[in-house]
């Protein structure tokens, strides 16, 4: 009941992160601490959240969904939940690229991390970040058309370039940057000297 801004509440949330479980417990045993705080957490959009961060980067996806809609049903506005829907949706367009809906799922994940870029107060350099990790994934397993995977990458890249004049610091969007670069010029190199 207390505010976010209180010291416990702070607490609470630092310990609940899934990539600080991770490394400190393992998948297993982050899943069975989550589990044991569900009733005293259910109502708090940030525990489903991070439960269900654990399961899109780490775990099941059918999981990832369900705690992530959770998470949806009780702040629909949260740009964080928005941001790590997005890269569920990737991820869940990454494990059968080739099935029909896979395209239509990378389209509404990049509608969403798009809204997020466009908003300034929402997600910082995150939404970048999964949009380039995550769609150069796409291009290579998902796009099967060279010049269909060279528009595509150069697209990321121009965003990226964006992102990167509002956070140049960001090493993580420079590496990003470097990699769809790469991969954009393998392309151009003919597929005998590939």
């Not at 780490?58 to 969904?65: C, H, R, W």
């Amino acid at each position: 009941q207390m505010p976010r801004s209180a010291r416990p509440h702070r607490i609470v949330r630092t310990f609940l992160n899934h990539e600080l479980l991770f490394r400190a417990i393992g998948v297993d045993q982050a899943r069975n601490l989550y589990g044991s705080l569900e009733q005293l957490l259910t109502s708090q959009s940030p525990y489903w959240l991070q439960r269900g961060s654990l399961e899109v980067e780490n775990g099941d996806l059918g999981l990832a969904e369900n705690f992530l809609s959770q998470a949806r049903g009780l702040e629909p506005d949260d740009h964080n939940v928005d941001n790590e829907w997005a890269y569920l949706l990737f991820k869940k367009a990454l494990q059968i690229p080739g099935a029909m809906n896979a395209p239509s799922m990378v389209a509404e994940a990049t509608r969403i991390l798009e809204g997020l870029i466009a908003n300034r107060k929402s997600g910082g350099q995150y939404p970048y970040h999964v949009l380039g990790s995550q769609g150069l994934s796409w291009a290579r397993r998902g796009i099967r058309d060279e010049d269909e995977r060279a528009r595509y990458l150069r697209k990321l890249i121009l965003r990226i370039d964006e992102g990167l004049k509002k956070y140049p610091f960001a090493d993580e969007l420079k590496q990003l940057q470097t990699d769809l670069k790469r991969e954009l010029l393998s392309l151009a190199t003919p597929y005998s000297s590939r």
